[in-house]
């Protein structure tokens, strides 16, 4: 026999509920021979929360709708409670592995739609925007990589997207005026492989969400990509590196010689120092072209194999005090790394 406990329009608070429940429990005779079924509304909009606790308070079974349909604000959604169990570790017995699907068919059979920030289903559900969570997902992801886990604990994310048939690739982190740089290297790290030094991702994220701020919208990976190599890689400047050779001495210095293009005369450079940029830096001194200091660089490849290009970063503080950031992008990384300092000396 199976007793349905309903809480029509859901006049009572969760908790109430819950309470009436246990009481009709403890009170009612041959328990044995019944099975109490939940059926909530949303009328008060804690049809999940009254379900829940009706569980907790004893219940065995729920009635429920398809994302919520019904009458008024709508009957209780199962789905939501069934992958709200799933997170505790309890399997509702649903297959849910292929919810994007399961909604096509009720929004094609029912006219209505599910709200892009609807629990678990909505287009939205596993987007960040903002810049504190996306830098949270962004550390999550990452630390649940190198470590292997198999719990999955990301921070904002209740679930794993994959468990539904929804992707955890960098669609979860959409950047607008209000992300931040956590946005930002999730899908410059995840769309093509750049990991910008943590002071140039501070600043490069700054300028970004400024300018998405600015045209309004959101965008993606390879709107950020172009907008980091025009102002960093790209930047216009008076300076054009045509060549750059260097030759190791025994010692383990090095010696190096370039021809630079600055406002339409080329300028032929050479000079010592520890290595290839050390001595191009020393050539730049000594021939009065610019007088600067190399605080700091990084440099990685942007994949995988004896093809594959890398960038290199490098920060400069100029005589005047001025501090400027460059990227390198080539096939050989020592090039690549002279190319971010010109970058560098453009943007100043």
Not at 90 to 116: A, H, N, Q
Not at 216 to 227: M, N, P, Q, R, S
Not at 277 to 287: P, R, T
């Amino acid at each position: 026999m199976i007793l349905n406990l309903p809480n029509t329009v859901e006049v009572a608070m969760p908790n109430v509920y819950a309470d009436q429940i246990e009481w009709f429990i403890r009170h009612m005779t041959r328990r044995d021979r019944a099975i109490i079924s939940v059926h909530t509304h949303n009328d008060r909009g804690t049809g999940v929360a009254a379900t829940e606790l009706g569980l907790l308070a004893g219940a065995e079974r729920v009635e429920g709708t398809l994302f919520g349909n019904g009458e008024r604000t709508g009957n209780l959604d199962v789905v939501t409670v069934a992958l709200n169990l799933f997170t505790q570790g309890v399997d509702p017995k649903l297959d849910l592995t292929d919810i994007e699907s399961l909604r096509k068919v009720y929004e094609r059979c029912t006219g209505l739609f599910v709200p892009p920030r609807h629990p678990y289903s909505g287009d939205l559900v596993f987007t960040a925007f903002s810049g504190s969570h996306q830098d949270a997902i962004r550390k999550g992801l990452k630390e649940r990589q190198e470590s292997e886990r198999t719990v999955w604990d990301v921070p904002y994310l209740p679930i794993d997207p994959e468990n539904i048939g929804r992707s955890y690739g960098t669609g979860i982190i959409r950047v607008n005026g209000q992300s931040g740089k956590g946005g930002v290297a999730y899908l410059l790290e995840g769309g093509y492989g750049i990991h910008l030094p943590s002071e140039l991702l501070r600043e490069f994220g700054v300028l970004a969400g400024k300018i998405v701020d600015r045209d309004g919208g959101e965008v993606g990976a390879t709107y950020l990509k172009e907008l980091f190599c025009n102002e960093y890689v790209f930047h216009d400047g008076p300076y054009r590196l045509r060549s750059f050779d260097t030759v190791g001495h025994s010692n383990g210095g090095c010696y190096s010689t370039s021809v630079l293009e600055f406002q339409g005369r080329e300028i032929s450079l050479s000079g010592e120092g520890n290595g290839p940029i050390d001595s191009f830096v020393h050539a730049l001194q000594l021939s009065e072209v610019a007088d600067l200091l190399v605080l700091d660089q990084a440099e990685h490849a942007l994949g995988e194999g004896s093809e594959a290009e890398a960038m290199a970063y490098i920060k400069l503080e100029f005589l005047s005090g001025e501090i400027c950031w460059g990227a390198g992008i080539d096939s050989d990384i020592t090039l690549a790394s002279i190319k971010a300092v010109i970058a560098a000396m453009n943007r100043r």
